[in-house]
């Protein structure tokens, strides 16, 4: 396209700003096919992969000088690229669009671009070749929406400003006409894609660098719009997209945007790295991808391919792993939304988009479920993937006790299917305050345990004041010679969880209940049943000093991740529990801080990293 053609294009597009501005019901339509989504696949691939180093910060940070970086263009090959198995791929791993960066803040254009002195890989890697091109014709042969993410800066460009975190080129008080071309320059080549591909989404990059008007955002906007009116752009235009993108870091609280995205890696990089062995496991991202789905948010999880376009082998597993699980249980992941409060169910949830189905994800094998303050009769409960198996419940005062003794576990996350007549309802539940007679004389002990637990939860320690002792030796409760054996002994082995403790953390921060010692610097995590994977906490600031096997006092170990250098957020804390060690009731794991429990609840923004 000719630069006076383009420039009639974008004048008319901004003139016409206003006349394709879209309305709120508008937005909410075109939005729901990304709402319903929940899984995504980003593929950061370019020629950072070829020494596998940092995509394009690696030289803006001075890590390596930008002629040594970009001589990365001579290696990169794409010998191996099969586009056609990278769709197959990432449609069977149950996503339902992938977004792939067609050009990096380095400035390398996947494809053939005929903007003013682009950088491509067909002009100018060795691989001689548009590699954007046959990827999304492979993916318009699938059910998969295409996405698109761009760089807006491109700190390789002589016509933009930035060039390295210490180096500009110049200022554009001092020379707007550069800038100006700059800005020519970026929208040509977002028309070029907009023309040949008519993507679904735009996943811009780097809008930080500079304002709304020197980016012209809503003129990019509405230019973009007069492609595809449905075009759906994230936060980062400066704040005009429809969607926001934390990053890294699964959200503590449920974001306070409708619609959001967790942008999100496999290891610690989002390009391919030789020497990132740093892997969560299967289990930790299909995790992850239920805490978004029950937070009513979608997963874009990413893929650094190879220099050679092959993708490393544990990131194959992983998408197989999530094609496993997401075709098992399709009805609880597509169309879902955010699901009821912790209040209500000390888990994960979420609803049917009609809301009378309510799904209760459980990552431990455990023998049943309970839920409180449901207004809605329930019709009938199973397991999701197992239709046939129907699951015995007992709904009393609005109190749900779901029998799991002869279910079938998934062996990452079973999903209980609740069924209802209407949109379920709930409300706040009642105290669930009871004496510590009831407690001790109960003679079913896991029951006895859950509730001494959920009291001590909400607020309420039942053995305050009422004969225990610090290590459970010589302790005194009331009737406590007549009172059930093994609610004794569980009590009196992990006393140091139950003397003089307190409520522990907040909904958020582990899927399911704590409890704090006076001090509040040891944190006691209360573990039902088998967990599938290690047991994780979110949102916690404080350096660990060590973690113990509460009546036992075995030391087991911690890992961390997506802990950012840059931010101050906090990593989530993943800890193995050995299941050999676990108690047959309910296993307590103590967690010892380095001071008082301090936490992080901010809100999500749209480049935070919420942990």
Aim: hydrophobic share 35%; proline share 4%; glycine share 6%.
């Amino acid at each position: 396209m000719k630069r006076k053609t383009i420039i009639a294009v974008l004048m008319a597009a901004a003139f016409n700003f206003n006349a394709v501005a879209q309305k709120p019901t508008e937005t909410n339509a075109k939005m729901e096919w990304f709402e319903d989504a929940k899984l995504g696949i980003f593929i950061h691939w370019g020629i950072y992969s070829v020494q596998g180093i940092s995509e394009s910060w690696a030289f803006f940070n001075n890590y390596i000088n930008h002629e040594n970086y970009m001589k990365q263009l001579n290696g990169f090959t794409a010998s191996k690229y099969n586009p056609e198995e990278w769709a197959k791929l990432i449609e069977g791993s149950g996503a339902k669009y992938t977004v792939i960066t067609t050009k990096h803040h380095d400035g390398v254009s996947l494809w053939d671009s005929k903007a003013d002195k682009a950088i491509t890989t067909k002009l100018h890697a060795k691989a001689q070749r548009d590699v954007l091109d046959p990827f999304v014709k492979a993916i318009e042969k699938t059910s998969l929406k295409t996405g698109l993410y761009y760089s807006l800066p491109d700190w390789s460009h002589p016509y933009y400003d930035v060039n390295t975190r210490t180096k500009k080129r110049y200022t554009l008080a001092e020379d707007p006409k550069r800038w100006e071309n700059y800005v020519t320059y970026y929208q040509t080549q977002l028309n070029e894609l907009s023309q040949k591909y008519r993507p679904d989404l735009i996943w811009f990059d780097g809008d930080w660098e500079h304002n709304s008007s020197e980016w012209k955002a809503e003129q990019t906007l509405a230019n973009l719009r007069s492609y595809n009116p449905n075009i759906i752009i994230n936060s980062r235009l400066n704040n005009h997209g429809d969607y926001d993108t934390p990053e890294q870091g699964i959200p503590v609280i449920k974001p306070h945007a409708r619609f959001w995205e967790l942008c999100y890696t496999m290891n610690d990089s989002w390009g391919y790295q030789a020497f990132d062995r740093h892997y969560k496991t299967p289990n930790m991202i299909v995790r992850t991808l239920v805490d978004c789905i029950s937070m009513g948010g979608n997963l874009l999880l990413d893929i650094g391919p190879k220099e050679d376009g092959t993708i490393p082998e544990e990131q194959v597993a992983i998408l197989r792993e999530l094609g496993r699980w997401t075709s098992i249980h399709k009805e609880a992941i597509y169309g879902t939304r955010t699901g009821i409060p912790f209040d209500n169910f000390h888990g994960k949830s979420a609803l049917s988009k009609d809301g009378k189905t309510l799904y209760l994800y459980l990552d431990e094998t455990k023998a049943q479920v309970l839920l409180y303050g449901i207004k809605s009769k329930v019709k009938t409960a199973h397991i999701v993937g197992q239709p046939n198996t129907k699951l015995a419940f007992k709904q009393e005062n609005k109190a749900v006790a779901i029998d799991l003794k002869n279910a079938t576990f998934d062996p990452t996350v079973t999903v209980v299917a609740l069924t209802f007549d209407q949109q379920v309802e709930v409300d706040k539940p009642e105290s669930q305050h009871t004496t510590l007679a009831t407690v001790l004389n109960n003679p079913n002990t896991e029951a006895a345990i859950y509730q001494l637990v959920q009291n001590l939860y909400g607020g309420n320690n039942l053995l305050d004041h009422a004969g225990l002792t610090a290590d459970g030796m010589d302790m005194k409760l009331p009737g406590q010679e007549k009172a059930n054996p093994e609610m004794v002994s569980w009590i009196s082995k992990h006393a140091e969880s139950l003397y003089q403790t307190g409520a522990g953390t907040p909904e958020g921060h582990y899927a399911g209940m704590s409890a704090l010692s006076k001090d509040k610097q040891t944190l006691y995590l209360f573990v039902e049943g088998t967990p599938s994977g290690p047991i994780a906490i979110k949102g916690l600031k404080n350096t660990i000093a060590r973690i113990r096997v509460v009546g036992e006092g075995s030391m087991i170990g911690h890992d961390i991740y997506n802990k950012l250098y840059w931010s101050a957020t906090p990593g989530i804390v993943y800890i193995d529990v050995p299941r050999d060690r676990l108690d047959s009731a309910m296993t307590v794991i103590a967690v010892l801080l380095d001071k008082p429990i301090d936490l992080y609840r901010e809100k999500v923004g749209a480049i935070e990293s919420n942990l």
